[in-house]
Nanobody
Framework: QVQLVESGGGMVQAGGSLRLSCVGSGRTFSRYAMGWFRQAPGKEREFVGGLDWTSSSPYYSESVKGRFTISRDTAKNMLYLQMNSLKPEDTALYYC??????????????????WGQGTQVTVSS
């Protein structure tokens, strides 16, 4: 079993930055691919980016590429999402997720084994 807890959400003006954190627990946490998803009101949940446990090269959705950076500290069971140049359309509930690999996590039906509870990000114009 893996538990995921996100933190770091908040309100920021357009152009600003936020850093989300996700702490994982569980004996097999380090063997999972980790990712971030988001869901805006009235919209489907979407993949933001992810990182396989065997790789140091994250995969990003086109909507955040060049603005968001994912990193992982396996020793601390931490996953981070650095969000720069935020836009109002980035407003959403952001979820940390664990799955078998980013290839099956990044496209519907999103193969995710564990979800965090979510942290709200609100970007004002």
């Amino acid at each position: 079993q893996v538990q995921l807890v996100e933190s770091g959400g908040g309100m920021v003006q357009a152009g600003g930055s936020l850093r989300l954190s996700c702490v994982g627990s569980g004996r097999t946490f380090s063997r999972y691919a980790m990712g971030w998803f988001r869901q805006a009101p009235g919209k489907e949940r979407e993949f933001v980016g992810g990182l396989d446990w065997t790789s140091s090269s994250p995969y990003y959705s086109e909507s955040v590429k060049g603005r968001f950076t994912i990193s992982r500290d396996t020793a601390k069971n931490m996953l981070y999402l650095q969000m720069n140049s935020l836009k109002p359309e980035d407003t959403a509930l952001y979820y940390c997720a664990a799955g078998p690999n980013t290839r099956t996590m990044r496209s519907p039906p999103y193969e995710v084994h564990y979800w965090g509870q979510g942290t709200q990000v609100t970007v004002s114009s």
